[in-house]
């Protein structure tokens, strides 16, 4: 292929941020995309084959659209701009940052990082359940719970109930010190600590005391009927398929739920079926019930992460592989 070389005109005040300290942003692209990009007043010029161009141009179109914004270029919008830049529309991905969530405690505006993402909370308004599923890192829990805050203070549902399942995790409910909620809170704490960072400790603690937000493990929902509200069920890959029947016939009129988990990672013990894994397949195309998987491209975590989960994948599908290998050779 032959290289061909195209122009693209920024303005003076954005080339810096979008070039980075000591031009770290462009150096990363130039390495991931295979071009030679140079600058010259208002004119960047790049340089390499025709698509590694186009896919260059598209990354620092996005990055110039994010400093146009306000919005601040870090490591991780920066990965995630080059691994989409050949496969998504660029209008597309300026879009992700025009949805604002809410705004947490300490000011900071909560919105979508990744397509997946938006389309996530996308789902999430226009459907009363919404499965999310995904590894971590990838904002499944977070932005659930930023979604039900959101409604919360809007005034579309009188309380948020936040729930997971108490699964014994290598360690026996019983060895632990302590009554039975001191027993699972810290199964729990992770949700506490979301609510803290997005809503402020004090209003959490007001409106906990109040009754009108509660985190409890889910065999506390056994036996209720759950309206006006909005109920995130995290780590549902936990779940049995009667737990997950028990909670999804909760749910009443006026309330939306979110059911987040991660299929990679399910403790059940050897021979338990996963309810997340059943229920996705019992409801699929049922209107009023949304389903997303998010992908290693969607987490939002450090990049590192990101190539972590990629590798455990990669490992998965090689055993998966290699065991269907012996299973054939037995069978022959």
Do not use: W
């Not at 399942?165 to 409910?173: D, M, N, S």
């Amino acid at each position: 292929m032959s290289r061909v070389e195209k122009t693209l005109q920024l303005e003076n005040e954005i080339i810096l941020p979008v070039f980075g300290q000591f031009d770290s942003n462009i150096r990363k692209i130039e390495k991931e995309c295979a071009v030679q990009i140079v600058n010259r007043g208002d004119d960047v010029k790049v340089t390499g084959e025709e698509r590694d161009v186009q896919a260059a141009c598209n990354v620092l179109q996005s990055l110039a659209a994010l400093v146009r914004r306000g919005e601040e270029i870090t490591e991780q919008n920066l990965e995630y701009f080059i691994s989409s830049a050949a496969e998504s529309d660029l209008r597309e991905l300026e879009k992700v940052y025009d949805d604002l969530i809410c705004v947490t405690a300490n000011g900071r505006p909560l919105k979508p990082k990744t397509l997946g993402q938006k389309k996530y909370t996308d789902l999430i308004r226009q459907n009363t359940i919404v499965f999310g599923i995904g590894p971590a890192g990838t904002g499944k829990t977070y932005l659930a719970m930023a979604m039900a805050i959101t409604a919360f203070k809007n005034n579309e549902v009188n309380r948020i109930i936040l729930t997971r399942p108490a699964i014994e995790a290598g360690e026996k409910l019983g060895f632990l010190p302590g009554d039975l909620q001191q027993k699972v809170d810290p199964y729990l704490r992770p949700l506490y600590d979301a609510l803290y960072e997005i809503m402020g400790a004090e209003t959490f603690l007001k409106n906990m005391e109040k009754g009108l937000i509660e985190v409890a493990p889910l065999a506390y929902m056994r036996g209720r009927t759950l309206d006006n509200a909005f109920i995130v069920l995290d780590e549902a890959q936990n779940t049995t398929p009667e737990q997950m029947k028990m909670f999804l016939t909760r749910i009443g009129y006026g309330s939306k739920a979110v059911i987040t988990g991660d299929i990679t990672q399910i403790d059940l013990t050897e021979g338990k079926r996963s309810g997340l894994l059943e229920a996705t397949k019992i409801l699929s195309g049922i209107e009023g019930i949304g389903l997303i998987t998010l992908t290693n491209k969607d987490v939002v975590r450090h990049p590192l992460v990101q190539k972590i989960i990629l590798a455990y994948e990669k490992f998965e599908n090689r055993k998966r592989s290699e065991s269907d290998g012996k299973k054939e050779k037995r069978f022959r």
